[in-house]
């Protein structure tokens, strides 16, 4: 049996079905690119402006930068599955801007951050930078 279009050869579906079937198919598994996280000063005065850096590593430009702070896990709220903590969205959330600058800041604003990026259409994610801390100077 063959079914023929007009203008067109006659072709033989099985023949064709059976090509399609056989051809190799090639898939790459790449990890995603990281984020990493740079916070300036580390160690802050009341009143200070601290300033998180995320950069994407082995990446061009286009991404959405998203800042988080470190929290004891709590439902609702992201977490990381190997961490013992969820991660809150700050304010600066998914901007353009690789930095994020938190000003003045204060006792609150000691502890842990992660950032990640994200771009396309559907947004493809970094993974969760590792997470970097910031400490009030005690004077």
Known sequence: MS???????????????????LKPILCLIADRPKAV???????????DSVTLNCEVKESSTGWRFSW??????????????????????????????????????????TGGYVCKAGRGDPVYYTDYSEPQG?????D
Request: aromatic share 10%; charged share 20%; proline share 12%.
């Open 3 to 21: 079914l023929g279009w007009p203008g067109n050869a006659s072709v033989s579906p099985r023949k064709s079905w059976r090509n399609d079937i």
């Open 37 to 47: 996280l740079s916070i300036s000063p580390q160690w802050m005065n009341s009143g």
């Open 68 to 109: 988080y702070k470190t929290v004891p896990y709590r439902a609702g709220l992201p977490s990381l599955l190997d961490k013992p903590y969820s991660v809150e969205p700050l304010s600066g959330y998914g901007t353009t801007e690789e930095s994020y600058t938190r000003s003045p800041a204060g006792p609150t604003d």
């Open 134 to 138: 910031t400490l009030l100077d005690g």
